[in-house]
């Protein structure tokens, strides 16, 4: 009975080694998708969809915006699976444009081919 007193610690607390690795919960890196989608672009979907929905009055409008809302959502499911912040980067990039444009500049070197050469 003396010798299981003296191994026991004062505190009732496992003691872990440095190395225990725990799992970082998902909630903190997974993107907050909705539907499958973009949180933002979802909601200007439905936005249009519910305009389309109340404002006109033709069930040919209707049933064209639930059509543009099925299609749409597709569409951004698609690029969420893809990539799930596209649209993020997209509206992140916008301020510059101007400083890196999409195209190569005119005064820019000509890339070189190296020259091929067998090896026979």
């Known amino acids: 009975m003396v010798s299981t007193l003296a191994t026991m610690s004062t505190d009732s607390t496992p003691r872990r080694s440095r190395s225990t690795r725990r799992p970082l919960p998902a909630g903190l890196w997974r993107p907050l998708l909705v539907m499958g989608a973009e949180r933002e672009l979802v909601g200007a979907n439905a936005v ?48 510059y444009q101007d400083f890196y444009p999409a195209r190569p500049s005119t005064r820019a070197n000509p890339r070189t081919v190296p020259e091929f050469r067998s090896r026979l």
């Open 48 to 95: 249009l969809f519910l305009v389309l929905l109340i404002g006109v009055p033709s069930l040919w409008a209707k049933l064209l915006g639930l059509l543009v809302f099925l299609g749409g959502h597709f569409g951004i499911r698609l690029a969420s699976k893809k990539d799930s912040q596209m649209f993020r980067t997209f509206i992140r990039s916008i301020p």
